[in-house]
């Protein structure tokens, strides 16, 4: 049997939602509740609970479900709520490849939801209604057939940000896999992988998590075996990846990589941060835009200088303001925030909300978080054998 990181197991799935309160109040977020309602066949049930992907419009919401489908919902921009519009279920169709879902994207276009298969070691394609957000199978892309490499059990992607390319990350394969994307279509073309022992490559066992920049010049990989973080150049015009350098645990003073979980970019490019499951930590980096090399900052370590909530930490998101970063970690089943200095990118340790403190609840072992693109919610994706409904934390900005 395959053995992954605690933070992708697959449980029951609950959808928490926080809308961002002013600074002024005594707590920046506040809990709400329910995403979802009423209970649904659809809706009900064990989830992959990994992943939430909202459309670029924020009108729809994608997950996956344990049996083999992925849920479509309406999204309410004034309340946060969801509401069911339709699911897409493995071998109906002619739609196949929907076993363990575990990371959907929606194209910045619009057109197209990607999501990656863990047990089919596949990619996934869908066209989107922009209008009402339902899906149309358009193809599945397996790993070694028709020359794709590079997505064995794989637990991630990410679209480039001028949509011409599609990155997969494989658990088992230790390596990214780089495809071309047809705009119009949304089908893809196998490129190439890049994988560890190969061109210099000595970080990408256990891939969990992949970013690209905004200006869409770097790829960053974070690796939970091997506590490391890999850079990449990428070529605007292929999509193809280059090693630039490899920032690892305990190396040249970077610290709180160990079992990194969790790779994202600020908005300006400046700084990249990662989540260190086993360090119990957050790790800042200043990033060079010219080359795509980093340097490392500092690191927010669980219990240390005021900081709580980040034990196991495993997934990060940044608000659209560019001014905060959340954080959710299993071992303290809490909800972190942290205020960010634009101009540096360090951090301040804010507040936490914990599971069963303060009538907030459903924080048992989270998985995934996504913050609205108003920038009003927060939606994070957790397990508990407790309650199988999506749960809502509504808020207001400033």
Same mark, same amino acid.
């Given at each position: 049997?395959?053995? #992954? $990181? ?28 329910? @995403? ?6 659809? +809706? ?21 479900? #344990? ?15 969801? !509401? ?37 070691? /596949? ?12 899906l149309t199978f358009v193809e599945c892309k397996k790993a070694n057939t028709d020359r794709v490499s590079g997505i064995v059990s $794989? ?5 480039? $940000? ?6 997969? @990350?494989?658990?088992?394969? !230790?390596?990214?896999?780089?495809f071309s994307r047809d705009v119009t279509t949304g089908s893809l073309t196998f490129v190439e992988a890049q994988k560890k022992g ?12 992949? +970013? ?10 974070? /690796?939970?075996q091997d506590s490391t973080l890999t850079i990449f150049s990428r070529d605007a015009a292929t999509g193809k990846l280059t090693l630039?350098?490899?920032?690892? !645990? ?32 957050? @790790? ?115």
């Amino acid at each position: 049997m395959k053995r #992954y $990181p605690i933070s992708i197991s697959i449980g029951a799935g609950l959808i928490l939602a926080l809308m961002l309160a002013s600074p002024a109040f005594a707590e920046f977020l506040t809990f709400k509740g329910w @995403a979802i309602d009423k209970d649904d066949n659809d +809706t009900t049930g064990y989830t992959a609970c990994n992943f939430m992907a909202l459309s670029p419009d924020n009108k729809h919401a994608y997950t996956p479900h #344990y049996n083999r489908k992925v849920l479509v919902f309406n999204r309410d921009a004034t309340t946060g709520k969801l !509401n069911f519009v339709e699911s897409q279920m493995d071998g109906v169709n002619n739609i196949e490849c929907l076993s363990s879902v575990f990371a959907i994207r929606v194209s910045s276009d619009g057109k197209h939801v990607y999501m990656v298969s863990l047990h089919d070691n /596949s990619l996934v394609v869908f066209s989107r209604d922009i209008t009402f957000g339902r899906l149309t199978f358009v193809e599945c892309k397996k790993a070694n057939t028709d020359r794709v490499s590079g997505i064995v059990s $794989p637990m991630t992607l990410v679209l480039s $940000p001028d949509d011409k390319s599609v990155y997969a @990350a494989g658990y088992d394969s !230790n390596a990214v896999a780089v495809f071309s994307r047809d705009v119009t279509t949304g089908s893809l073309t196998f490129v190439e992988a890049q994988k560890k022992g190969i061109n210099g490559i000595e970080g990408l066992a256990g891939i969990i998590s992949v +970013t690209i920049t905004p200006d869409g010049k770097n790829l960053y990989a974070a /690796s939970a075996q091997d506590s490391t973080l890999t850079i990449f150049s990428r070529d605007a015009a292929t999509g193809k990846l280059t090693l630039v350098e490899t920032q690892k !645990n305990g190396m040249r003073g970077v610290d709180g990589l160990a079992g990194a979980q969790c790779v994202i970019a600020s908005q300006n490019g400046k700084n990249i941060y990662v989540a260190g499951f086993i360090d119990d930590a957050l @790790a800042v980096f200043g990033r060079d835009p010219a080359f795509g090399k980093l340097t490392f900052l500092e690191m927010h370590k669980n219990s240390m200088h005021g900081v709580q909530g980040i034990g196991g930490v495993v997934a990060l998101a940044l608000s659209p303001n560019r001014r905060y970063i959340y954080a959710i970690s299993q071992t303290d089943q809490a909800l972190t925030v942290f205020s960010r200095d634009e101009q540096t990118g360090r951090l301040t340790f804010m507040e936490m909300y914990k599971s069963g403190i303060n009538g907030v609840h459903g924080l048992l072992a989270p998985q995934h978080l996504t913050v609205s693109v108003d920038g009003k919610y927060i939606y994070v994706l957790s397990r508990s054998r407790s309650t199988e409904k999506p749960i809502l934390f509504s808020v207001s900005l400033e």
